[in-house]
């Protein structure tokens, strides 16, 4: 946890360090076969911090070790480690939630447009920005993570949500004409949560800002078929998780062990030429680094796209 001094102390060190200039990079441009595909660093959450501060710098690195131009960045990745452990009282963790929105609504715009800079410099783009808004969010932090999205270059905030939370959103996301796109997983047993087709749709009528983005994995582990959902709802998709998961709540696995149709999706937007990024979201237990895995997920993209 830290206190507000500690937060403005992080605050001004990180983004004195993010304000270091770094020579220009060519842009990294990692279309194939016609689609473009990206990584959510979500795969990356396993690499260390900055002493300090967040883990852009190691993303920067991860995403070019992996030829990897295009990404969708995961917002605990830039906010302070809380410190508090699953095990913590209720308290400790109230003030760790209290302590992160003030960092979330407190810290400078500047901060994030270093980390974009950033990025642009190193020939990475930040497609869209993972904010994952939830019931206990202030409307302040709801209307901030618009303003961090649009400092970090993003074109969309993609988010792990519910519906109840994205009936808030909605007004936000017109004011700042900024689409925001609802991740499903695969619990289908909640009505507030985005796992089924119909909640989807539920939540796109909410606006034109709404958008879906869809987890393939997620999708076949749920018992739903992507291929079939793309054909008639691409209009509406923003981005694709692409994850291999088993059918029937089955587990995540190195890809092209289970039941999920990544090749035929990627063949579906290459030949039908749909404006929908495909991000790489590695969350299998693999026996290599998560920048090796990254590799081969994106080495089975690359040969299903031949």
């Known amino acids: 946890m830290y206190t507000r001094r500690e937060f403005g102390a992080l605050t001004a060190m990180t983004v004195g360090r993010l304000a270091l200039p770094r020579p220009l990079a060519a842009q990294i441009d990692s279309t194939v076969g016609g689609v473009q595909i990206g990584v959510q660093t979500y795969s990356f959450r396993a690499l260390p911090r900055s002493p300090g501060g967040d883990q852009s710098e190691a993303i920067i690195e ?27 009282s209720p308290d400790a963790r109230q003030q760790a939630r209290d302590a992160l929105r003030r960092w ?6 500047s901060h994030f447009e270093a980390i974009r800079d950033r990025f642009t410099a190193a020939g990475l783009t930040i497609y869209g920005f993972n904010y994952s808004v939830n019931d206990s969010f202030s409307d302040a932090e709801i209307d901030r993570g618009f303003e961090m999205a649009r400092a970090l270059g993003a074109e969309i905030i993609t988010a792990s949500s ?52 869809l987890d393939i994995g997620h999708f076949t582990a749920a018992n739903y078929d992507p291929v079939a959902y793309l054909r008639e709802h691409h ?5 694709l998780h692409l994850k291999d998961r088993r059918r029937d709540q089955g587990p995540n696995v190195p890809w092209g062990t ?13 030949r039908e030429r749909w404006p929908i990024r495909a991000h790489l979201e590695y969350e299998y237990r693999g026996s290599g680094s998560p920048v090796d895995e990254v590799i081969r997920c994106y080495d089975y993209v690359k040969q299903a796209l031949v």
């Open 104 to 109: 979330r609504v407190e810290t400078p715009l």
């Open 235 to 239: 209009a509406s998709i923003s981005n």
């Open 62 to 88: 991860a995403m070019t070790r992996c030829g990897l131009g295009d990404c969708e960045l995961w917002s605990p990745m830039l906010e302070p480690a809380s410190g508090v452990g699953r095990d913590a």
């Open 162 to 213: 519910t519906l109840s939370a994205m009936t808030r959103v909605v007004p936000f996301a017109a004011r700042h004409q900024m689409v925001i796109a609802v991740h499903n997983h695969s619990n289908t047993s909640d009505p507030n949560e985005f796992a089924r087709p119909e909640s989807f749709a539920t939540a796109t009528a909410l606006s034109p800002y709404v958008k879906v983005n």
């Open 258 to 270: 289970g039941d999920t149709p990544i090749r035929e999706v990627l063949q579906l937007l290459q």
